[in-house]
């Protein structure tokens, strides 16, 4: 099995100059916990629920303090975001997408294009789950 087969295709991503508040809501609304972040089509980081934790939001608690957070809130995804992201092409077996996850600590590896860094999806762990979900029954 591949990645290509499991993956979230076309995923929400934001760009380098979304806010940090901006990304939080996205976050929340989808209720999803990574948000790459691209430059036309082209990933250049990632954005987790954890980064968020780093400067002491989380979904639950901040999205009713938010106007005390403003300067957090207005600085820039690009300012936070874990850049370098380790990928994955389509061809990926779900084995290397485990241990890399595994290795790296990460719960989502975003999808490109071979030998390009076009993003064309994201695999996470909750995926991996469903899949192999899908196969128990």
Do not use: C, W
Request: hydrophobic letters at 45%; glycine letters at 6%; aromatic letters at 2%.
């Amino acid at each position: 099995m591949t990645v290509d087969e499991i993956m979230t295709k076309d995923p929400v991503v934001a760009s380098e100059t979304t806010t940090l508040g901006e990304a939080l809501e996205i976050l929340s609304e989808l209720e999803i916990r990574h948000l790459p972040v691209v430059r036309d089509g082209d990933l250049v980081g990632m954005l987790s629920d954890r980064d968020l934790r780093i400067l002491g939001l989380s979904l639950i608690n901040d999205l009713e303090s938010m106007s005390s957070l403003r300067s957090h809130l207005n600085a820039r995804v690009s300012s936070l975001m874990t850049g370098d992201v380790i990928t994955v092409d389509r061809d990926a077996s779900i084995r290397e997408v485990v241990e890399l996850m595994i290795s790296e600590k990460v719960g989502a590896i975003p999808v490109v294009e071979t030998d390009t860094a076009t993003l064309v999806g994201i695999v996470s762990y909750i995926d991996i789950l469903q899949a192999f979900g899908d196969r128990l029954d």
